[in-house]
Nanobody
Framework: QVQLVESGGGLVPPGGSLRLSCAASGFTFSNNAMSWYRQAPGKEREFVATITGGGFTNYAVSVKGRFTISRDNAKNTLYLQMNSLKPEDTAVYYC????????WGQGTQVTVSS
């Protein structure tokens, strides 16, 4: 029932920007805090950013000041604006609910390289 479809990934040079989108369905989007996570090769999935239903945000130290999480409740869509990208940002990026994460989508690949 829950569906999470990430998109917007791609190949960008260091210092570049990218905007990711997450189309959500199967639950009441506006009532749920939402988060972005990422997983690099050989590493476990890690937290990137969270936005509450009311619009309050929190970020991992590694991305603070460079990434911005936002949401459009009318479209059931979550966004992640990524600026000043670094090679260490390379990973598959996933979206999910903060408090109920039994289902994961396919993610979207972000590669930061020259």
């Amino acid at each position: 029932q829950v569906q999470l479809v990430e998109s917007g990934g791609g190949l960008v040079p260091p210092g570049g920007s990218l905007r990711l989108s997450c189309a959500a369905s199967g639950f009441t989007f506006s009532n749920n805090a939402m988060s972005w996570y990422r997983q690099a090769p050989g590493k476990e999935r890690e937290f990137v950013a969270t936005i509450t239903g009311g619009g309050f945000t929190n970020y991992a130290v590694s991305v603070k000041g460079r990434f911005t999480i936002s949401r459009d409740n009318a479209k059931n869509t979550l966004y992640l604006q990524m600026n000043s990208l670094k090679p260490e940002d390379t990973a598959v990026y996933y979206c999910n609910r903060l408090y109920s994460r039994n289902y994961w989508g396919q993610g979207t690949q972000v590669t930061v390289s020259s």
